[in-house]
């Protein structure tokens, strides 16, 4: 199985003046490549009113 976690920053920052960041995840298909997972990520990322910080394709493999 595969997902992208999209990571966007807020553009507040909490009381200890670090970024306020908020996290999603979107599970894709097995045949996703990196390429693609980018273009889901920004193609989401426009959709929202907040900055795209950063990124990932996850792969799990289940071991038991």
Known sequence: MKQVRIVYNTGQLSE?????LRRNVID???????QTASQIAQVIG??????????HLITTTQVF
């Open 46 to 55: 426009a959709l929202t009113e907040y900055t795209l910080q950063e990124a």
């Open 28 to 34: 894709v298909e097995d045949s996703v490549a990196e």
């Open 16 to 20: 200890t003046g670090t970024p306020v």
